[in-house]
């Protein structure tokens, strides 16, 4: 291969990079994520593990693939994400009447952790407000929303890969 073969072949992957819309939409989630796990750390509360605590206290008791598809991520995936909220006794994961369904609910430490979390998140969420304009902010949230619509709208079944058995 030339050198300017090369440096074409670099050339047309730094482009592909710049404009790959799964590359910078990780690492706008990367960090994003960062800041909103700064804010929540005086709760213990990772910025993936806040919108779990909160879809559980909005749907109240709900199973395990209901979960999965209001947070667009596959069951194995949301139990394992499950798991430490579990063991700090912020939410509780039991067998439902068909062992294959598994109900979620927050548990009054999990309110109380909820409680102490939300005025953080909203000091987070008026930085990124802040930072961008309210305009800006209110159309990047909706392009995301389309973003997970055409998204799902590309999968197979159109589902984060929960099945209905839980």
Same mark, same amino acid.
């Given at each position: 291969?030339?050198?300017?073969?090369?440096?074409?072949?670099?050339? !047309?992957?730094?482009?592909?990079?710049?404009?790959?819309?799964?590359?910078? /939409?990780?690492?706008?989630?990367?960090?994003? @994520?960062?800041?909103?796990?700064?804010?929540?750390?005086?709760?213990?509360?990772?910025?993936? #593990?806040?919108?779990?605590?909160?879809?559980?206290?909005?749907?109240?008791? @709900?199973? +395990?693939? #209901?979960?999965?598809?209001?947070?667009?991520?596959?069951?194995?995936? /949301?139990?394992?994400?499950?798991?430490?909220?579990?063991?700090?006794?912020?939410?509780?994961?039991?067998?439902?009447?068909?062992? !294959?369904?598994?109900?979620?609910?927050?548990?009054?430490?999990?309110?109380?952790?909820? !409680?102490?979390?939300?005025?953080?998140?909203?000091?987070? #969420?008026?930085?990124?407000?802040?930072?961008?304009?309210?305009?800006?902010?209110? #159309?990047? +949230?909706?392009?995301?929303?389309? @973003?997970?619509? +055409?998204?799902?709208?590309?999968?197979?079944?159109?589902?984060?890969?929960?099945?209905?058995?839980?």
């Amino acid at each position: 291969m030339t050198k300017l073969s090369r440096s074409a072949e670099m050339a !047309r992957l730094q482009e592909a990079g710049s404009v790959c819309a799964c590359f910078n /939409l990780r690492k706008a989630a990367r960090a994003v @994520t960062s800041m909103y796990d700064e804010a929540l750390r005086p709760t213990g509360l990772r910025a993936t #593990q806040l919108p779990l605590l909160m879809i559980a206290k909005v749907l109240g008791t @709900t199973t +395990v693939t #209901q979960l999965a598809e209001a947070v667009v991520m596959d069951r194995t995936t /949301l139990t394992r994400n499950l798991r430490p909220l579990e063991k700090r006794g912020l939410i509780s994961v039991e067998e439902g009447e068909d062992r !294959r369904v598994r109900h979620v609910a927050i548990r009054p430490r999990g309110l109380e952790v909820l !409680r102490k979390a939300i005025p953080l998140w909203h000091e987070a #969420q008026a930085r990124m407000i802040g930072g961008l304009g309210e305009e800006r902010f209110l #159309q990047l +949230v909706s392009n995301l929303n389309a @973003t997970v619509a +055409v998204a799902r709208s590309g999968t197979k079944s159109g589902t984060s890969g929960a099945t209905s058995s839980d």
